[in-house]
């Protein structure tokens, strides 16, 4: 242990960050712990239940935060985001800038001062499905739990309502974005992913039928927390969705989308049509796949699943999706590549299993690091120094990102103890 080393420097508070964060700082090693969200937990913390063991988000959580809130060398900064580093391995020098929250954190702030106000907003934490009040806590376990107040859609009378209610000191209206400096010995990118643009689909009808969702819209359909307070219903009318398509690699294997495989999807959706199945044993699903992933351990839940009387796989690749107006269900079209059958079959929903894009596939880490052709950072050609892990890296499940993070501070703790 190096006592004297500078801090690590982690980019994107997901559960790769968190888990590099807590792994560096619990033998010894200062962290500064950088998310551009208002919360950590990523996109983890907004599925429903994770496979394998499908417990909620909440376990693993609750103890990464807990040891993240008891370790005095993490510093964590949200609605911040990295705007340059510069230097070399041991000795960079990064600038970060930090946005306003508008509500101090020092008072605390009840829900009852939201509920005061009309003014609202799209509630991004469920995909923009309902609304939250201006001042919102984002979710139930939200790190830090101190409420944000979206200051564009604040309307002057609800700035007063504001001033009146909370105790002096609780919210600052006038709070402006500012800017830190840090000197750091390594940095670890753990910046995550986004879904495929649905709507790049055009013969998959995401945007155009309502009916259509993806894989991340079931998970805060499923959700207790999300827009129908846990029910799988339709979007079109709020019916229960009786029958449910999965459609598998919706763009993902495919030169004209995204030509890899997102190493996930396959058991999402098997893990969705649980969800479904849970919630009534008359909901059935049928799978349309071209091959099903699960490797290794994760087998056991498709082999489970085979069981299920309710539950039907069908191998082909979906061709087109088309509506039926007046009662808005789907019809898939599609070819049975077991029997070469041609199959239109019609259901209340369909799920289109999208893949996994790296966020730096958009906004690239402001130092020169390798990509590779999809906007991952390139593991095999890491600059001296900095590290990435789990999406950043590569498409990975929760159990992969951990294992990656860990080897990450590794790395980055090696980097700062280097020549001592
Ligand atoms: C539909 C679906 C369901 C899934 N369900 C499961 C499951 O049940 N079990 C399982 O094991 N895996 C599941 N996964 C995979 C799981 O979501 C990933 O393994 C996990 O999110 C990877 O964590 P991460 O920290 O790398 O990325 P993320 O979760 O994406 O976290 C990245 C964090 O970085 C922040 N960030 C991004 N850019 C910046 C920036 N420039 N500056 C600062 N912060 C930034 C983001 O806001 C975010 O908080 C699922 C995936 C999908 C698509």
Redesign the pocket.
Known sequence: MNADAKPILI???????MTAAVEAAEIGYRVVL????PF?????VR?H???PKMCPPACGFEINVRRIRQNPRITVHTL???EEISGEAGNFKARIRIRPRYVTGEYAVDDSVAAQLTSERDNDFNLGMDKTKALYMPHDMAYPHVHVLDRDALSDADAETLKNACPPGAIDLDMTEREISVDVGAVIV????R?YDATKLDNLGFGQYPNVIT??V??RLAALGGPTGGKIVRPSDGKPADTVAFVQCAGSRDENHLPYC?A??C??SL?QVRFLREQNEKYRATVFYIDIRTIGYLEKFYYDMLEDENVSFTKGKVAKISEDEASHDLLLDVEDTLSGEILHETFDMVVLATG?VP?TAD?K?PFELKYDQYGFIDGSTDVDGVYA????KHP??????TKDSTAAALRAIQCLNRGK
């Open positions: 980019i994107g508070g997901g559960i790769a960050g950088v998310e551009k969200e950590l937990g990523g996109r983890v599925v239940q994770y496979f911040a985001a990295v753990a910046t995550g992913w879904p894989n991340v079931m998970e997102s996930v999807c058991m999402a893990k996994i966020n906004v880490i892990a789990g999406c950043a990975c499940d929760v159990s992969r990102t």
